[in-house]
């Protein structure tokens, strides 16, 4: 087994695969056609069968580990993004608006009085 990726620090997923790139009886697949035990295939396309699914039983272990890389990146990221927005909340925007801007602000806020029990009615 070759080491981890430089990049990404994952295992190579790319294993060889058990199964051929073309079967020999790819002219019978999605036919009628039935072997039977005395044709002398059967074996032949157990074999291939039994083949494949170790093959996806190989990719569906892959793909479980991947998913839990992902899983583990995106968490860091959204812990990484929390961080951030933590710190940027330091800054809030109105804080940097000048002290006359606010205060007239808060001036024509005051101007008329404020019911507050207005909305019992």
């Given at each position: ?62 793909i479980e580990k991947l998913e839990t890389s992902l899983a583990a990146a995106k968490k860091e990221r959204d ?43």
């Amino acid at each position: 087994m070759s080491p981890e990726c430089p990049h990404c620090g994952l295992p190579p997923t790319k294993k060889p695969r058990r199964i051929p790139t073309h079967s020999s009886y790819e002219t019978h697949l999605e036919t009628n056609i039935a072997f039977t035990a005395r044709d002398g295939v059967r074996v032949d396309i157990v074999t291939l069968v039994a083949d494949a699914e170790a093959d996806i039983a190989d990719l569906n272990r892959s793909i479980e580990k991947l998913e839990t890389s992902l899983a583990a990146a995106k968490k860091e990221r959204d812990e990484t993004i929390a961080f951030r927005d933590a710190h940027l909340a330091l800054f809030p925007p109105i804080h940097q608006l000048p002290a006359e801007v606010l205060l007239e602000i808060f001036h024509l806020t005051f101007q008329k009085p404020y019911n507050v029990f207005a909305f019992i009615a």
